[in-house]
């Protein structure tokens, strides 16, 4: 099983900041790697998939990058509605797995 | 627009079993794998399976095999996942999650919608 690993834990950033996530894999999972959002009381949400193609719907502040081992997730200037746990995963081996979350927190 | 639409909370006792229902719409229900995944409190994503709603063929993670089955009925497009001899540390909300296929890979484990959850709680 490929382990994913989130850093840092918890993001502590004021609205109108850049936040910069983290993922690394265990083992190259070539760019099939998802992020997805949580917010509190409610299922993840798809933002990013193929490492850094937006899923429908999602602003253009929210960005990935990586492929291999070494994955981003970028948020330009983060909203309100953007604080919440982000999720990465990756979907090209069997089982599929994900890292356990970055919270990313109102400073 | 896809929906699905997960049967409300459970609570249960050591040993019982639960049935979570996932009602689908929207889409082709039989197009799209149609996977399990689960969330402790206040932890990380487990995932735990799929189903082939076409088929009705599964894959069960290991962790889980011998207590979890999924089924699913296509006249009604609901996919549905039961788990028994449950035990407290299965006192976690468990989510539908359709599963979006990859040409390369073979697979269906990008998660592209979501249920709303299912808490279940095991509790004496």
């Known amino acids: 099983e490929i382990v994913l690993t989130q850093s840092p834990g918890t993001l502590s950033l004021s609205p109108g900041e850049r936040g910069t996530l983290s993922c690394r894999a265990s083992?190259?999972?070539?760019?099939?790697l998802a992020w997805y959002q949580q917010k509190p009381g409610q299922a993840p949400r798809l933002l990013i998939y193929s490492a850094s193609s937006r899923a429908t719907g999602i602003p253009d502040r929210f960005s990935g990058s990586g492929s291999g081992t070494d994955f981003t997730l970028s948020i330009s200037r983060l909203e309100p509605e953007d604080f919440a746990v982000y999720y990465c995963?990756?979907?090209?081996?069997?089982?599929?797995?994900f890292g356990g979350g970055t919270k990313v927190e109102i400073k | 627009q896809v929906q699905l639409v997960q049967s409300g909370a459970e609570m249960k006792k050591p040993g019982a079993s639960v049935k979570v229902s996932c009602k689908a719409s929207?889409?082709?229900?039989?197009?799209?794998?149609m996977n399990w995944v689960r969330q402790a409190p206040g932890q990380g994503l487990e995932w735990m399976g799929w189903?082939?709603?076409?088929?009705?063929?599964?894959h069960y993670v290991q962790n889980f095999r011998g207590r979890v089955t999924m089924t699913r009925d296509t006249s009604i497009t609901t996919a549905y996942m039961e788990l028994s001899r449950l035990r407290s540390d299965d006192t976690a909300m468990y989510y539908c999650?359709?599963?979006?296929?990859?040409?390369?890979?073979?697979?269906?484990?990008?998660?592209?919608?979501w249920g709303q959850g299912t808490l279940v709680t095991v509790s004496s």
């Open positions: 083992q190259s999972v070539s760019s099939y």
């Open positions: 995963q990756q979907y090209g081996s069997s089982p599929p797995s």
């Open positions: 189903i082939n709603p076409d088929s009705g063929a599964t």
């Open positions: 929207g889409y082709t229900f039989t197009g799209y794998y």
């Open positions: 999650a359709r599963g979006n296929y990859d040409v390369w890979t073979g697979y269906y484990y990008l998660f592209d919608s």
